[in-house]
């Protein structure tokens, strides 16, 4: 695995080298600055695999750096892990926002950094599989999709603020601390009857679809704290440390209204709108192995539950 690592700090870096050596990571290269680095990006042949960047930099920070990098050809998926002070939760936020996939907290130990290049690895193979949608595109007439979907798949809708691969919200859910747990929420969205919605309008629609419902929850939800995935089946997870998060009920109205005002629906659509279902909001699990299963599971869950009750009222 061929990896940059990018940092201000000369002992980081002259540390990294023989961390990665003992866990038998010997393609490492380094660079002291943002700048520096998108230069290294740009002359190599082979490209890089996986990137580290330091969070706090002068000049170019990290978080500007992530974002700079992602519009470099050949590095949309690569992995990009955040080097930060534990205790800097926003910049943490900010950094997955921009399209980091993962982060090690400073100061870290050999075990911190073979674990989490560990779990870049598997996210450097599963990317291969990830159908990437560039959201800008879809409202551009004429633009069709250049891949086949299904309703289960968890496409990834690029450029899409606060959306990030339900693989990186995994990681982020994962190394929360337990002691801060109660302060998280986590909540699903689904559009209901997505599976109709699927069959009667076309993928480029759907897509459309999708991408507005993820464009209502980030102007509904206007907090720096707010992350969320797509799941598939028409479903979204969100986590958010906003204390001033509006009743369940309430957003739920709140992004009905707001979808509503979009017209999203074409003549193929045999229903009046398009509705959703919000999940009442949960604290992660506390055991940390069972986390993102457990909390994912659940929130989808409550979703469903929430449907299932309108259907049953109508």
């Known amino acids: 695995m061929k990896i940059l690592a990018v940092d201000d700090d000369p002992f980081i870096l002259e540390l990294l080298p023989a961390m990665f050596e003992q866990a038998d990571l010997n393609d490492l290269h380094t660079a002291p600055s943002g700048p520096a680095a998108l230069d290294m990006i740009k002359a190599q042949k082979v490209p ?3 990137l580290l960047l330091d969070v706090d930099m002068p000049e170019m920070d990290g978080i500007e750096l992530c974002r700079r990098i992602r519009t470099v050809p050949g590095y949309e998926d690569k992995p990009v892990l955040m080097l930060t002070a534990k205790t800097d939760s926003i910049s ?6 921009a399209g980091a996939n ?4 400073k100061p870290f130990n050999l075990k911190d950094i073979y674990n989490r290049i560990r779990v870049a690895e598997r996210l450097l193979v599963s990317s291969k599989t990830i159908k990437r949608i ?3 595109d879809l409202s551009k007439e004429g633009t ?3 891949e086949d979907i299904t309703l289960a798949d968890k496409v990834f809708l690029a450029n899409v603020g606060r959306l990030i691969l339900s693989f990186s919200l995994g990681n982020y859910i994962t190394q929360l601390d337990r002691s801060e747990l109660d302060n998280y929420q986590v909540f699903g969205v689904s559009i209901d009857d997505a599976e109709r919605i699927f069959e009667e309008t076309s993928q480029q629609g759907f897509l459309h679809i999708l991408t507005s419902v993820a464009e209502t ?3 509904l939800i206007t907090c720096p704290h707010l992350l969320m995935s797509y799941e598939g089946n028409g479903a979204f997870l969100c986590i958010t440390r906003d204390p001033n998060l509006p009743e369940w009920d309430r957003m739920e109205a709140g992004l009905q209204a707001k979808l509503d005002a979009l017209n999203l629906l074409s003549d193929d659509l045999k229903q009046e709108s398009i ?3 919000v999940g009442t909001p949960i604290a992660p699990n506390a055991n940390r192995t069972q986390r993102v299963k457990k909390t994912f599971e659940r929130a989808l869950s409550r979703a469903e539950m929430r449907y299932a ?3 049953a009222a109508a």
Do not use: N
């Open 144 to 146: 069709q999709v250049a």
């Open 134 to 136: 560039d959201a800008s």
């Open 309 to 311: 009750s309108k259907c």
């Open 217 to 219: 929850l980030t102007d």
């Open 92 to 97: 943490i936020e900010k950094a997955f926002a």
């Open 102 to 105: 993962d982060y090690i907290a």
């Open 48 to 50: 890089f695999d996986c």
């Open 275 to 277: 509705s959703l279902s």
